[in-house]
Each structure stands twice: as structure tokens, then as C-alpha cells.
């Protein structure tokens, strides 16, 4: 089987869309709106363009490399995809389409409950229309609006948007309810656009860090010289092919319907601990103003160790990696 990471040219030409228009705006949600990014990633049932996880995957690197908090993974990617794929045509009118033109915001509630019927730190919660909650293997669409829901916005390290989400009960009406396998269709989807988030962080701070590497002296050459500093560089180059590499691996398997348990987690390992190692090493090598809050790759800092936390951290994607790997083993020789 070939395996191929050559990105398609609607890709390309949304990535290069994108950071075009995240260069030019500071409320990014209504711009990408506007310019028909939105509607590009979203299934032609919603009234999208019909685009492919490939290229949303193309904007959310964009959106990694801007450090934007724009909901377009939540809103989307998850939001809109998961409804038309799985829902109903009267769900997909009231829902979806609206959200396909940045007329309603979606989020998924992908965490565990801290108690019975509260989550935290929602991402877009405090914003959002409706909230997609996985329930066993279907998915449950609540209305903000609707009796018994509390939100309260979070903000969180890097800012405000998040929320807590509490639900008195939760309402499994045939018409609120996505079929099984929405949840699992949710939650594969969220760790790779999250590693094409991280991918995009990890590419941006990179370039910021190489370039204040070139220009920045110290005993009369750039500090880049140095073989300490040009060693960290060359490490932290690494760890971004690396999580290239297996973000587009998993997200090709996935698109094409194939096998990816073992991709998905390589990926996500690899986006955990390459972000974290790329994160730090852009803060130390930029010295004093690595830690200032007005400097832009304190931004990317931040934005990094979210997502990263939001992986699971390196450790537990390791022992998931083995646990397949050995159950795999275990099936073959059976």
C-alpha cells in the first residue's frame, strides 16, 4: 500500500487562503466567514464545498501557525462534519448549514465529566449554540438554550471562550441524537486536528526562533553559531517533520476509511512531545523575551502546552501505542 502526503490542490490553495486572511484581520472567525473558508470544509450535504479532512486539515495548520483561536476544529471540523455525516436532513438544515456560514457555533464535549453532568474548560463554550455530547457511542446535540443547560465562561491561561458546561439531564429525544459511531467518528477527528493544530504552532515558533537565532549577538557573533543553540534548532527541526509526518499519515488512513488506531496515537504522541520540546526550546533560546507576555512567541508557547495538554500528554499516548501494538501482536499470532 502506498501511502500518500502530497497535499491536494484545494489544500494548498485553502492553506494559502488562510494565512492570507489571518494576516489581514483581527476578528478572524467573520473573515474566514467571509473569504468561504468555512463553507469549503463542510460536506456538500450542508451546503459546503465538500472538501475533505485533508484540506481542513490544510486550515488548521494555518490556524496553528497564526496561534488563532478561531473554533474551526470545534465548529467545523467536528461540529458540522459530525452532523452531516450522521444526521437527520432536518437536522443538517437547522444545524449545519447555519454553521457552515458562521451563523451558529458548534463545539464537542469530548473530556470526561469532573462531575455527575458538569464539564470544564469546553473549548468555544461560552460562545456557542449547541454542544455535541458523546453519550456511550451516539452523540446528543443540546441546545445552549435549552431548559436545565448552565454555561459559565472559563478563560483559561490563553484566554477567554472556554466554558463549563452543566446539564441537568440529558435529553435523548430521537431528533436531538447522532447514531453510533458519531462518537468514535468525533473523537478520531479531534486528536488529528489537534496534531495539525500543534503541527502549525511547532512549524511557527520554529521560524521565530531561527530567525532570532540569526540576528541575535552574543560575544560578537549570532547565537545560532553556537553548537549548543544549533543543536537545539537542529532537534526541534526534527521533532516538527516528525509530527508532519505522522499527522499526515494518520489523517490519510483515516480519510480513506482505513486502519489507523496505531497512526492516530503515533501522531498524537509525536504532537504532545514534539510541541512540548519545540515549545521550550523557542523559549530558551530566545532568553529573557521568551517569557515576556507581549512577545509573540510567548503566544505560541502557551498555545502549544494547550494543546498538548489537551493530547494527554506523551507518556499516556505511549502506553496506548503499546497497548494496540500488543493487542495487535496478540490477533496476528492467533
Same mark, same amino acid.
Given at each position: 500500500m502506498t501511502v500518500d502526503f502530497s497535499l491536494t490542490l484545494p489544500a494548498l490553495e485553502l492553506s494559502s487562503l488562510t494565512r492570507s486572511v489571518l494576516a489581514d484581520c483581527t476578528d478572524p472567525w467573520p473573515a474566514l466567514a467571509a473569504a468561504g473558508i468555512l463553507a469549503a470544509g463542510v460536506p456538500e450535504r450542508a451546503g459546503g464545498d465538500g472538501y475533505g479532512l485533508i484540506d481542513q486539515l490544510a486550515v488548521l495548520v494555518e490556524l496553528g501557525r497564526a496561534a488563532s483561536p478561531a473554533p474551526y476544529l470545534e465548529s467545523i471540523v467536528l461540529g458540522t462534519g459530525a452532523i452531516a455525516a450522521f444526521g437527520t436532513d432536518a437536522q443538517v438544515r437547522r444545524w449545519a448549514a447555519p454553521a457552515a456560514?458562521?451563523?451558529?457555533?458548534?463545539?464537542?464535549?469530548?473530556?470526561?465529566?469532573?462531575a455527575a453532568g458538569i464539564w470544564a474548560a469546553v473549548p468555544s463554550g461560552a460562545t456557542a449554540g449547541l454542544f455535541l455530547v458523546p453519550t456511550g457511542d451516539e452523540v446528543a446535540c443540546v441546545l445552549a438554550d435549552d431548559p436545565g443547560v448552565t454555561v459559565r465562561p472559563q478563560e483559561l491561561i490563553d484566554g477567554p471562550g472556554a466554558a463549563e458546561l452543566e446539564?441537568?439531564?440529558?435529553?435523548?429525544?430521537?431528533?436531538?441524537?447522532?447514531?453510533?459511531?458519531?462518537?468514535?467518528? @468525533?473523537?478520531?477527528?479531534?486528536?488529528?486536528?489537534?496534531c495539525a493544530l500543534q503541527l502549525g504552532v511547532a512549524e511557527r515558533a520554529l521560524e521565530l526562533t531561527a530567525e532570532h537565532a540569526k540576528t541575535r549577538q552574543q560575544f560578537g557573533r549570532p547565537i545560532g553559531a553556537f553548537q549548543?543553540?544549533?543543536?537545539?534548532?537542529?532537534?526541534?527541526?526534527?521533532?516538527?517533520?516528525?509530527?508532519? @509526518?505522522?499527522?499526515?499519515?494518520?489523517?490519510? @488512513?483515516?480519510?480513506?476509511?482505513?486502519p489507523c488506531v496505531a497512526e492516530i496515537a503515533t501522531a498524537k504522541f509525536w504532537a504532545a512531545e514534539g510541541g512540548h520540546r519545540v515549545a521550550h526550546t523557542a523559549v530558551h533560546v530566545h532568553g529573557g523575551t521568551g517569557i515576556d507576555v507581549s512577545h509573540p512567541v510567548h503566544r505560541y508557547f502557551t498555545a502549544a502546552k494547550r494543546n498538548e495538554f489537551a493530547l494527554g500528554g506523551a507518556t499516556t499516548q505511549l502506553r496506548r501505542l503499546g497497548t494496540e501494538l500488543a493487542a495487535s501482536a496478540t490477533s496476528s499470532s492467533d
Open positions: 456560514h458562521g451563523e451558529l457555533l458548534i463545539t464537542a464535549v469530548l473530556e470526561e465529566p469532573y446539564l441537568a439531564s440529558l435529553r435523548r429525544d430521537e431528533d436531538r441524537l447522532l447514531p453510533p459511531p458519531a462518537a468514535r467518528w @468525533l473523537a478520531d477527528r479531534a486528536i488529528v486536528g489537534l549548543a543553540v544549533a543543536q537545539r534548532l537542529a532537534d526541534a527541526y526534527i521533532d516538527v517533520e516528525a509530527m508532519r @509526518l505522522t499527522l499526515w499519515q494518520a489523517a490519510w @488512513l483515516l480519510d480513506a476509511g482505513l
